[in-house]
């Protein structure tokens, strides 16, 4: 079982920036891409920003311009760098990898946006 591990959630002011971290306990080439979801109170799970193992990232609209998901195979990682933060980017930010035998969860980190 591959574990993920998150950090860098917290409170930030509108317009501010935040960096999510996630670590992966094994090569993320164990996954056929890595991602990053969020969910916010009430409503559904959301893909925010994925990046196939071969191919170009994709984002949410609400986030495309201000969200950039980054990977560093090397170090077992995988960032989701949020800058130009607004109020509705608040939620729990998952980690995700993805792959055809189940896939992993991170375990999830707050972010709130808020003056």
């Known amino acids: 079982q591959v574990q993920l591990v998150e950090s860098g959630g917290g409170l930030v002011q509108p317009g501010g920036s935040l960096r999510l971290s996630c670590t992966a306990s094994e090569s993320l080439f164990a996954f056929d891409a890595m991602g990053w979801y969020r969910q916010a109170p009430e409503k559904e799970r959301e893909l925010v920003a994925v990046?196939?193992?071969?191919?170009?990232?994709n984002y949410a609209d609400s986030v495309k311009g201000r969200f950039t998901i980054i990977r560093d195979n090397a170090a077992n990682m995988v960032y989701l760098q949020m800058n130009n933060l607004k109020p509705e980017d608040t939620a729990v930010y998952y980690c995700r990898g993805d792959r055809a035998s189940g896939g992993a969860w991170g375990q999830g980190t707050q972010v709130t946006v808020s003056s």
């Open positions: 990046r196939p193992r071969w191919g170009s990232p």
